[in-house]
């Protein structure tokens, strides 16, 4: 088609020039939307059964989980971080770890009462089907009353971290599968 045929130039169609990088983060109201994250990832074994399900995952199953920790800030500590990962490890990790090599399992599901005491080691129970969307939850809503703690971390050679105030927890992801995840966390 000819566009100056028909009495307009092709530059009518073209987008409009993109402002400056600099001329974006000087207007005063997009200064507040820039932020700092940080992701912290783990990764656990563990399987579950879903109760609820019409499917086979009703029945034990297993997944390689995959547990990422967001946080953010809008401005960086004395050390020019939004926190250190290593605050955020042992913030969380040991918590994260009760479901390695365990069953997560519905607190009332009928076959809990079945499984004998050795097996029951390795239960891990929730209120409520565990699912990834459980998971993700429960691991957000542990890490959030960590952080409203203001608590102090010691690693094993005595050394302190805490997280520097201002710092926020944006969301908890926790993938099943290399294709699947669930997420929770603000908006």
């Known amino acids: ?99 390695d090599h365990a069953m997560a399992m519905n607190e009332r599901d009928p076959l809990l009462a079945k499984l004998d005491a050795t097996t029951r080691e390795r239960v891990v129970t929730f209120a409520a089907d565990p699912t990834t969307e459980v998971l993700a939850k429960d691991i957000f809503d542990f890490l959030a009353a960590e952080l409203r703690a203001q608590k102090a971390y010691r690693d094993d050679r005595e050394a302190e971290y805490r997280f520097p105030p201002g710092v926020r927890l944006e969301r908890v992801r926790v993938s099943e599968t290399s294709s699947s995840w669930a997420e929770f966390g603000i908006g």
């Open 1 to 99: 088609m000819n566009l100056r045929r028909l009495g307009t130039s092709f530059r009518a169609f073209a987008p409009p020039p993109r402002p400056r990088a600099s001329a974006f983060l000087s207007t005063p109201a997009l200064t507040l939307l820039l932020t700092y994250r940080v992701c912290k990832a783990f990764e656990v074994e563990s399987g579950h059964m879903l109760s609820k399900h019409p499917g086979l995952c009703r029945f034990p199953h297993g997944h390689t989980r995959r547990v990422e920790v967001v946080l953010a800030s809008e401005s960086l500590d004395a050390c020019d971080m939004v926190c250190d990962f290593k605050a955020v490890k042992l913030a969380v990790k040991s918590y994260i770890d009760r479901l």
